[in-house]
T-cell receptor
Framework: GAGVSQSPSNKVTEKGKDVELRCDPI?????LYWYRQSLGQGLEFLIY????????KSGLPSDRFSAERTGGSVSTLTIQRTQQEDSAVYLC????????????FGSGTRLTVV | KQEVTQIPAALSVPEGENLVLNCSFT??????LQWFRQDPGKGLTSLLL?????REQTSGRLNASLDKSSGRSTLYIAASQPGDSATYLC??????????FGKGTKLTVNP
């Protein structure tokens, strides 16, 4: 596609429920990243995919967070048993893994846990 | 551990003024540096990407410079307009694949 697409754009969920956030990267981009932006905070790295593998998942806050990527394309970030501190904007980015590449971000999913 | 600092945290200027946003990073072993713009409630829009071998990049009224040895980058905005009001984020990529972001400069351009 023309850009990085994320869905849903907004999600309100009850504490304790599971949520899935989806990212559709730019076609042909082999690298995919998840970041989190909490209110008043900077962007926090969560996980990085190269193809379907995740060489760096060091930023995942807890074992309630998991992510997968299939077909070298779409990625899903799953948060189990959501807590109020999970409320944030979750941003996905993709990039080519070669050449003078930069990162293209999606518009994000705003997650509110009530 | 790479740390990125942006100064000032907020800036308010009258329309038409030229301005400079500053970004500094602690580890000069970077692959590239990227400036982004973020509007309230929106995602990030890439403005300029500077490779480690480059000194500057220009796009329209924007000019970004990079001094890798001193760990500094500046974003120069010429003839500012109210539509430039946004938060500007600086991010560096080092040896790992992840970007390290500063906390941003919130710019307000007053008509």
């Amino acid at each position: 596609g023309a850009g990085v697409s994320q869905s849903p754009s907004n999600k309100v969920t009850e504490k304790g429920k599971d949520v899935e956030l989806r990212c559709d990267p730019i076609s042909g981009h082999t690298a995919l990243y998840w970041y989190r932006q909490s209110l008043g905070q900077g962007l926090e790295f969560l996980i990085y995919f190269q193809g379907n593998s995740a060489p760096d998942k060091s930023g995942l806050p807890s074992d309630r967070f998991s992510a997968e990527r299939t077909g070298g394309s779409v990625s899903t970030l799953t948060i189990q048993r959501t807590q109020q501190e999970d409320s944030a904007v979750y941003l996905c980015a993709s990039s080519s893994s070669w050449g003078p590449y930069g990162y293209t971000f999606g518009s994000g999913t705003r997650l509110t846990v009530v | 551990k790479q740390e990125v600092t942006q100064i000032p945290a907020a800036l308010s200027v009258p329309e038409g003024e030229n301005l400079v946003l500053n970004c500094s990073f602690t580890d000069s072993a970077i692959y590239n540096l990227q400036w982004f713009r973020q509007d309230p409630g929106k995602g990030l829009t890439s403005l300029l990407l500077i490779q480690s071998s480059q000194r500057e990049q220009t796009s329209g009224r924007l000019n970004a410079s990079l001094d890798k040895s001193s760990g500094r980058s500046t974003l120069y905005i010429a003839a500012s307009q109210p539509g430039d009001s946004a938060t500007y984020l600086c991010a560096v990529r080092g040896g790992s694949e992840k970007l390290v972001f500063g906390k941003g400069t919130k710019l307000t351009v007053n008509p």
